[in-house]
């Protein structure tokens, strides 16, 4: 300890040289964090909770799932006997349909800008079970509890991601007509009653649409085309949410719905959300390994390298300083600390300040990570990135240090001192 | 009554490994030093005078024989023990004065009181104390390349005696010096002797310098000549 001006006086010494470190520790912290940050969301998605898990209910044989909306009921009961007190019952649910369509009338005009997607859901479910927005606080979501109070008095009230407000040029309190593209000659007129807070950033480009406005405009639709119902009409359920208490739950769920007699036609598969969100990214897997196994060692074994170099010439340099604090009594192993402590604080403050930094930028300034995988639109940096950065950055540092450490302990001070004179 | 033996050094072998030949530099060399003498070592270059220096030092170990200083026998103490045993018992003064350029004179004498169980008052008031023997009081907080090369030696007195250690071993104190600032260093020395008791042992070429001490002694071929 009393030691540590010693090696603040040396890092200070050459400050180029230990700027030109730091930049390359910032540079290494900077893609692995932003690596890790998707990782960690993916790896996050895909492991299964024990304990409070979702189920997702789908079609069983075809992509997209298609379900009529009589399922919708009977499913968020999790096929659970109505009478039958001792039934397993989800502890809540969340039926979801898909409105895919444009602000723009005109199909050949139709482009990502101004796409329409929306969830056909009941609203308050919107809190309650929404990934991610069901762990916010009150505080967090009240913007979105007061867009879900008043859909209650708009019927066709629309909850719009921040994003799509802004590429749709609109604001809350505008109407907005869309045109169907998977409901075909269905054109809604909508007024925009709120968004999403801003994180989760997932739902930055999704909609919210009422399911009882909607079942109202197929009955619309029926009542104007000669009696005859939409296409779509049976086909309104995409899929069903379950939260689960237990696993033994998701289980007993699971058999009700299964050997249930009332989804045959078509038929269900259940399984939890992650195995669900895990399939859709078996897609990416490649990717993911490569980011995981290749890129992240990579950039730690050159920035190793890198302080290495840097350290090994200062140490060079310093062979007299070495040998002369051997005469005064300083010990191998103290000599050893010290050059390795110097490659520490580098490798560690400069470790901190670029993770610092990059969750400042990404999280505050871009708000989160635009990296289009799967459908994350947007990864926020982890608070956890505050202190990868500078584990990264010590780890890197010994790595880089040892060897010239190793190399100050054993300088002989009779080979520095007895040249002849 | 002459003064007890303070460095007594006993037919010390000293050889050198290079390449595959074997180089002696010592050869069987006696030398007994008393306490609060100061001795001058001269000889030709290469003539082993470092080495000689450096094995009284406890900065190496000789090939055979024995160097016993104040009692300790430094020829057979472990790398660690002689680091502790420096620190306390030998101060070393370099040619090139070898202070750590980035320190303050006051950081650089302090530096081997760092390796002493010592608050740091108690370090300030030997640090303190140090550099006002050495008449550097006003230099506290220069950096060696703000210091002439005479003061820059006084800052290596200065740690050299900082810990208060019986023996005093100089290589060249004043090669790399001006003829005046040289004469400062050695009366610097002289004092010491006098009035902290010091022993002094000095490795000199400078006649001049030689004469200041009680004896001068000159190594040949490995081995001792008196010459005074
Ligand atoms: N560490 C060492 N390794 C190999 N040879 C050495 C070493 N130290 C000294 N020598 C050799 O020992 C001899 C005496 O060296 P030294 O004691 O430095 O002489 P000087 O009297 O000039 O101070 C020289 O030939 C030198 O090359
Ligand atoms: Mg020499």
Redesign the pocket.
Known sequence: MKLLFLIFENIRRNLIRTTLTGLGTMMMVLVVTLVFTVLSALDRATTEKQTNLKAIVTEKWQIPSMMPYSYAKALSDGGANPDDPDAARPEDSMSWGFFVGSTEENPAKRSFENLFFAFIMEPEKARTMLDEVDMLSDEEAAPLLAAIQKMKDVPNGVIVGQERLEKMKKRVGDRITVFGRNYRDMDLELEIVGTFPKEPARYADSSVISRDYFNRQLDAYQRTHNNKPHPMAEKTLGLVWLRLKNRKAFNKVSEQILTSPSFTSPSVKIETSSTGIGGFLEAWRDVIWGMRTLMAPACMLVLSLVISNAISISVRERQMEFAVMKVLGFRPGQIEMIVLAEALIIGVSFGFLSAAMTYGVVNGYMGGLPFRIAFFPKFSVPTDALWWGPAMGALTALAGSYGPARSARHV?V??V????? | MPNPVCVDVRDVHKS???GIET?D?LNGLNLQVQENEFVSLM????????????LIAGL?RPTSGEVIVQGERVSSMTETQLAAWRTRSVGFVFQFYNLLSVLTAYRNVELPLLLLPLSAAERKKQVMTALDIVGLSDRVNHRPGQLSGGQQQRVGIARAIVTDPALLVA?EPTGALDAKSADDILDLLGELRKSLKKTIII?THDPRAAARADREIH?DKGQLVDAR
């Open positions: 002989k009779s080979d001192f007895a040249r002849v004179t | 050198f490994k290079r180089v530099v000889g030709p270059s290469g003539s082993g005078k470092t080495t000689l220096l450096n190496d290589d490795v190594l």
